[in-house]
């Protein structure tokens, strides 16, 4: 009896860790997803780093003859109240150069709005031989009423992209940073400051 | 022998008595009771808006209900009948069977299965009071995608994290019970290899719930955190991904549709002996298959993604490992049939419940593998054929399943035998009307009608007013069932103990009624099975 007992407690706590184990788990697969779509790049998710240009310079040696056409697009998140788009929808670009296009914003609203660019890129996974020098979508834009901004995008592709792939396309959404309802208004550049970390973490 | 609980309160009240009897059972028996008339309860509460939803279906174009009320009865159908009819039914099962069927006393951990039932009624009554506050119900179907259930969520969209969350650790300890019973209380004489498959497929289930519950759990808190605490687990926005709400979901929604399913093929499993008078074809390859499809479970959830927008690789990785999960299911639906195969069949209700079981779970893994096929499944996706497939293995199989077992062990319960021909009747009209309801789905579902919509283009108006038709039926034919229960209960000819004929196992060795306590030594297995048992033979009570 007292065995049965030993062992019954034995097994509440091995299955109750596990159980506790799969929470755990569920939230361990938040980064594991990160980490996954990064390294395969099938989620269209570009690095959210810059590439350092010393570092790439060899590449820049020797552009490859080969021609891919790239097409930029621009969206605006709900409640978004500014003006975004390419100022280029299409360009040529040689594998291995280095490009540069611009995305021009305007605030169309009364105040001052923060704003944030998600990047992707179809198909996702042609998004990890895209990389970028220096991106508007690396840092937050502030913009104040009817203020405008012409928004640099610097980046190269790279030689191994693959061979069937002759157009890309690179999209941004452009989100309003956003105080969530219920916090008082003294906590939100707390708030803005801890989703911009948010970001920068998921994107490391 | 260690006092109990009826004994030592003192008994001041009929009512009283009444309410401590069931508000602090820790006996398998009541508390399995307690959790079938649960089941029952929100079986009747969910169907209803079955009902009204298959009434505004009835015909094209609006008549009775607001689409936005429509969203929220769509929502809590699912909701309901999956978490609260299906599982709790399931749980009733376990409750009163498994110590039963493996010479046990008890459940290991009957306080903790006391609280595990009581925190349900308080979990579902949360969820359907959502329907009567401001801004309604949850209205995003029970797949509750993100950004719908985090930036567009009603209000009482908390209320329903926190009913989930309840039904999670009810679920959970539920299941820890469940395991320790059967590896510490069986009988020393039956070996893991001897366990009936009622037994065998609830532990694997309850190792499913253990693993997947928690999953579920971690998604609603995420969604919780991303509405009110400012993380961006799902929202873009901020950094997060609504798509991996997805992957998250599923990961716990595909083993989830094996929760509801495996028990149910335990059920089939010891019927169909019973009434062939042979024993089970391929035992072992039974169990195994069961293991096979909760292993293969875990990695196949993006068949419910493959129109996201999933590189080719995963596609078809999903697509095969899905189409894997179809052999271990086929080899069960083999050994269903050989096990009937030239066996001395009769055709008791039970019997006809397996055997719709398993001719119609069949046709829903069949349009379950034209689903796993990638371009077929762009076009079905999100289509009344999906609605056509997990009816076809939710109604005829979890809900079959569970009225199969309710038939064939309440002899048992209640000491009567319930009424024959009206089970007869309730199973003719159930099969008739379960597939007039659902099969016309399938064409409309082809023909690109979607899931999820209260109205509807005309060319499908004949489909849908046959489904409603069906629909009705089936709704009739569960107060019927409602009815044979109750009458069963109050009275009926009285059951022997082995019950039926073929019966094996140690649950038929118990009088019926199976008394308050039974198996408080451990039985010899395999049991005698006394053919012209003596039904007037004492038997111990306590
Ligand atoms: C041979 C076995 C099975 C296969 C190959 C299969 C395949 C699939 C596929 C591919 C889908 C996704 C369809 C879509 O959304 O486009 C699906 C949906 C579904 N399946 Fe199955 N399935 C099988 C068995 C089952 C079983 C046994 C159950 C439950 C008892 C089940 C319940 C469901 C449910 C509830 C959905 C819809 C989920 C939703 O979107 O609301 N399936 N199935
Ligand atoms: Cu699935």
Redesign the interface.
Request: aromatic residues 10%; without cysteine.
């Given at each position: 009896m007292n065995d049965t007992r030993n062992n019954q407690r034995k097994h509440v706590i091995v299955l109750s860790v596990l159980a506790v184990g799969m929470l755990g788990f569920a939230y361990a697969l938040v980064p594991l997803y990160d980490v996954f779509c990064e390294l395969t790049g099938i989620n269209g998710k570009t690095s959210g780093r810059a590439v350092d240009p010393t570092t790439v310079s060899e590449v820049l040696l020797k552009p490859s003859d080969r021609e891919v056409t790239i097409q930029f697009l621009a969206q605006v998140g709900n409640g978004m109240p500014w003006e975004f788009r390419p100022t280029e929808h299409r360009l040529k670009v040689r594998l291995g150069e280095i490009n540069t296009t611009n995305y021009y914003a305007r605030n169309r609203a009364a105040q001052a709005v923060t704003g944030q660019a998600v990047p992707s890129v179809t198909p996702g996974y042609a998004a990890k031989h895209l990389h970028k020098v220096e991106c508007f979508c690396f840092t937050q834009q502030r913009l104040e009423a009817g203020e405008d901004l012409y928004m640099p995008v610097k980046f190269y592709i790279d030689d191994d992209l693959p061979a069937e792939l002759h157009t890309l396309s690179l999209s941004y959404t452009l989100f309003k940073v956003q105080v969530p309802k219920g916090i008082p208004e003294t906590l939100s550049s707390v708030q803005e400051a801890s989703s911009g970390g948010t970001l920068a973490s998921n994107q490391k | 022998m260690v006092a109990r609980a009826e004994d030592v309160i003192p008994q001041r009240s009929a009512l009283w008595a009444f309410i401590t009897r069931w508000l602090l059972t820790t006996n398998h028996k009541d508390i399995g009771t307690l959790y079938l008339w649960l089941s029952f309860t929100l079986f009747f509460t969910a169907g209803a808006m079955a009902m009204a939803m298959r009434l505004e279906l009835f015909e094209p174009g609006l008549q009775f209900i607001e689409p936005l009320f429509y969203n929220q009865m769509l929502t809590m159908h699912g909701l309901l009948m999956v978490f609260g009819v299906v599982m709790p039914g399931f749980v009733g099962l376990a409750n009163w069977q498994i110590p039963l069927m493996i010479g046990a006393p008890d459940m290991?951990?009957p306080r903790l299965n006391n609280f595990s039932f009581w925190i349900l009624p308080f979990a579902f009554g949360l969820l359907i009071s959502s329907l009567f506050m401001d801004g309604g119900a949850p209205n995003f179907g029970w797949t509750f995608y993100a950004p719908l259930s985090t930036?567009y969520g009603p209000p009482s969209t908390d209320f329903f994290i926190l009913g989930v969350h309840m039904m999670g650790i009810s679920s959970?300890l539920g299941?820890?019970n469940i395991?320790?019973t059967i590896?510490?209380?069986r009988t020393p004489s039956m070996k893991l290899m001897d366990m009936p498959l009622f037994v065998w497929t609830w532990l694997i289930t309850a190792f499913l719930l253990?693993?997947?519950?928690?999953?579920l759990?971690?998604?609603v808190t995420?969604m919780l955190t991303d509405?009110?605490?400012?993380?961006?687990?799902f929202s873009?926005?901020?950094?997060?991904?609504p798509?991996?709400f997805q992957?998250?979901f599923w990961?716990f929604g595909h083993p989830e549709v094996y929760i509801l399913i495996l028990p149910g093929f335990g059920i089939a499993s010891q019927i169909i002996p019973t009434f062939a008078r042979k024993k089970l074809f391929g035992y072992h390859s039974m169990v195994y298959a069961t293991a096979a499809i909760a292993g293969l479970s875990f990695v196949v959830w993006g068949h419910h993604m493959f129109a996201t927008?999933?590189?080719l690789a995963?596609e078809l990785f999903f697509m095969y490992a899905t189409m894997l999960i179809a052999v271990p299911t086929g080899v069960k639906v083999f050994n269903w049939v050989a096990t009937m195969w030239r066996g001395s069949m009769t055709f008791e209700t039970p019997m006809l419940f397996a055997i719709g079981f398993v001719i119609l779970f069949t046709i829903g893994g069949f349009s379950g593998l034209m689903l796993a096929l990638v371009p077929a499944d762009f076009q079905y996706h999100d289509t009344m054929f999906v609605v056509a497939h997990f009816h076809y293995v939710l109604y005829p199989g979890a809900i079959f399943g569970t009225m199969a077992a309710v038939y064939y062990w309440i002899p048992k319960w209640t000491g009567h035998m319930y009424d024959e021909r009206l089970g007869k009747i309730h199973f003719w009209m159930a099969v008739i009307a379960v597939n007039l309801t659902f099969f016309p789905m399938h064409f409309t579902g082809l023909a690109g009608m979607p899931r999820r919509i209260v109205d509807y283009s005309l060319q499908f108006a004949d489909f849908n007013m046959v489904s409603s038709i069906g629909a009705g039926i089936l709704g009739l034919s569960q107060v019927l069932f409602l009815y044979i229960v109750v009458k069963t209960i109050r009275g009926g000819e009285k059951a022997t103990t082995q019950v039926w004929e073929g019966a094996d196992g140690l649950e038929w060795t118990v009088p019926s009624p199976a008394p308050r306590h039974t198996f408080e030594t451990p039985p010899e297995f395999p049991p005698v099975m006394n053919r012209d048992a003596d039904e007037r033979t004492p038997v111990s009570t306590t």
């Open positions: - | 290991a951990l930036t959970v299941a820890i395991i320790v590896f510490n209380l253990i693993m997947v519950m928690p999953v759990a971690g998604a995420m509405r009110h605490f400012g993380t961006s687990f873009a926005a901020g950094g997060g991904d798509l991996m992957h998250i990961f927008g999933m590189p995963t």
